[in-house]
């Protein structure tokens, strides 16, 4: 089974993806390849505040032709089911292979009787609380996703755990560079306040303002926002000391020999996320795991 990459920025990063794919055609016909997205201002966005990013049908058509799927970031988890936005956006983009991100149960559902091509993968940010290690609540939480989703992306704090073993691993999304606290104990509380921003505003950085929306989308634990009481974390870097203890057990930002392990395990979806990426950065980053023939190939 070919090993499945979801690439962050479909349409926020289209010129770097393009690029990088034109350039690495041969690595892409080994793996399956799908790119993410919030695009058009939509209600239904989460994850991030939303941008004036808007999809072009020169990018769907190269996507395409590449054999390349597009998935919508519809993860708010409050959701208006009558909002056009969203609504044209899934006509658009309803078509084999494409996937819809979700946190709502209702949207979910709603896509599975009138959208029956999408595949559908439960986002990282419908987690707020959890314990480390895992407990039954969350084996049964896990579990019980797995009945209703193609794909789970799961909290990076539990995929080392040897609970997780008991899971379905081919159903889990592996986040792969992810760099946040550890057990942030704002996770949930903060995607919720991201995702409020894009029910509040038509265009969030324009009307509720470019201050007030990055001190809410920047990490709360850093001294770049003040909405909570800030800290010296680096959200760039991850808790350095963290990492020392936890070493291979540590979820975040892997290494190539924890890589592996999970594609022995029968894991073989992985998330690159990057969106807020400088152009330089975001290419190292598709550089260092899928060029790098030590991580996914």
Not at 11 to 31: D, G, Q, T, V
Not at 93 to 113: C, M, Q, T, W
Not at 133 to 157: A, F, N, T
Not at 167 to 193: R, W
Request: contains cysteine; charged residues 30%; hydrophobic residues 30%.
């Amino acid at each position: 089974m070919n090993v499945r990459v979801n690439i962050a920025g479909a349409f926020a990063k289209k010129n770097e993806l393009k690029m990088f794919i034109f350039k690495n055609k041969p690595l892409f016909r080994n793996m399956d390849v799908t790119v993410y997205d919030g695009i058009n201002n939509c209600p239904w966005n989460g994850g991030r505040i939303n941008r004036d990013i808007y999809y072009d049908d020169d990018t769907i058509n190269f996507y395409y032709r590449n054999n390349i799927s597009i998935a919508l970031t519809f993860t708010n988890p409050v959701i208006d089911i009558d909002n056009v936005i969203g609504n044209e956006l899934l006509e658009k983009f309803h078509s084999d292979g494409n996937v819809i991100i979700s946190a709502n149960d209702e949207l979910r559902e709603y896509i599975k009787e009138r959208y029956p091509s999408y595949k559908h993968t439960r986002s990282i940010t419908s987690f707020g609380k959890i314990s480390v290690p895992m407990s039954d609540d969350d084996l049964s939480k896990y579990k019980e996703l797995e009945r209703h989703y193609d794909y789970i992306v799961p909290r990076c704090e539990h995929i080392f755990d040897e609970r997780f073993k008991e899971l379905n691993q081919s159903k889990y999304e592996i986040m792969l560079n992810d760099t946040c606290v550890y057990n942030c104990p704002f996770y949930g509380e903060h995607f919720e306040a991201i995702a409020e921003q894009n029910r509040l505003f038509n265009k969030p950085w324009k009307e509720g303002g470019h201050e007030a929306m990055y001190k809410v989308e920047e990490c709360w634990l850093s001294d770049r926002s003040d909405f909570k009481k800030p800290d010296s974390f680096n959200p760039d870097s991850g808790q350095q000391n963290v990492i020392d203890k936890l070493g291979d057990t540590y979820g975040m930002d892997l290494k190539s020999t924890q890589i592996k392990l999970l594609l022995d395990r029968g894991v073989y979806n992985f998330k690159i996320t990057g969106r807020e990426m400088t152009e330089e950065d975001f290419i190292e980053e598709l550089k260092l795991y899928i060029t790098d023939e030590s991580n996914l190939r």
